[in-house]
T-cell receptor
Framework: SQQGEEDPQALSIQEGENATMNCSYK?????LQWYRQNSGRGLVHLIL?????REKHSGRLRVTLDTSKKSSSLLITASRAADTASYFC??????????FGKGTRLHILP | EPEVTQTPSHQVTQMGQEVILRCVPI?????FYWYRQILGQKVEFLVS????????KSEIFDDQFSVERPDGSNFTLKIRSTKLEDSAMYFC??????????FGPGTRLTVL
């Protein structure tokens, strides 16, 4: 598999529920970042977690990182219609570029 | 809040033509990047730029591509002779002293 693979590929949940997306990667990282992309639009940075951190919060977002399993998760609590978007994890391996996964398409149902 | 801007938002060109995509990074940032996203595919790194020179480039960034910081504010990506497969969304990003790269809204390039 490639560096930075999200699962599931697509996720549909009811508004108000929590959404969890996972990311796995293959090599050592400096940090891992999550981005959101609304359809056909730009990439919005959500949160960055460093390799020596295990959990980070930002508003309704909670990110975990397990470097032993080379995996991360993004939890969005109390989802809203506006959260409908694609979510990408991106890994930074200290070589000044970030590698994106294929993303999870999240659809919040009214 | 400062943000990265890109122009144009959509560029249509004929195969073989040269295009220049423009970006204005966040003003106090020193590290600049171009990425592209072919429709339905993942975002791919093209090139990073620091101190007026390329610091890293991917295998996609061949001799047809070049980058330039012509003045204190703009950062450009030039494709000399466009191919059909260059059709994609091109994103510029910039970074300050921290690790976060901030992305612009993208330029959609359509090569006919």
């Amino acid at each position: 598999s490639q560096q930075g693979e999200e699962d599931p590929q697509a996720l549909s949940i009811q508004e108000g529920e929590n959404a969890t997306m996972n990311c796995s990667y293959k090599t050592s990282i400096n940090n891992l970042q999550w981005y959101r992309q609304n359809s056909g639009r730009g990439l919005v940075h959500l949160i960055l977690i460093r390799s020596n951190e295990r959990e980070k919060h930002s508003g309704r977002l909670r990110v975990t990182l397990d470097t032993s399993k080379k995996s991360s998760s993004l939890l969005i609590t109390a989802s809203r219609a506006a959260d409908t978007a694609s979510y990408f994890c991106a890994t930074d391996m200290r070589d000044d570029k970030i590698i994106f996964g294929k993303g999870t398409r999240l659809h919040i149902l009214p | 809040e400062p943000e990265v801007t890109q122009t144009p938002s959509h560029q249509v060109t004929q195969m073989g033509q040269e295009v220049i995509l423009r970006c204005v990074p966040i003003s106090n940032h020193l590290y600049f990047y171009w990425y592209r996203q072919i429709l339905g595919q993942k975002v791919e790194f093209l090139v990073s730029f620091y101190n007026n020179e390329i610091s890293e480039k991917s295998e996609i960034f061949d001799d047809q591509f070049s980058v330039e910081r012509p003045d204190g504010s703009n950062f450009t990506l030039k494709i000399r002779s466009t191919k059909l497969e260059d059709s994609a969304m091109y994103f510029c990003a910039s970074r300050g002293n921290g690790d976060t790269q901030y992305f612009g809204p993208g330029t959609r390039l359509t090569v006919l």
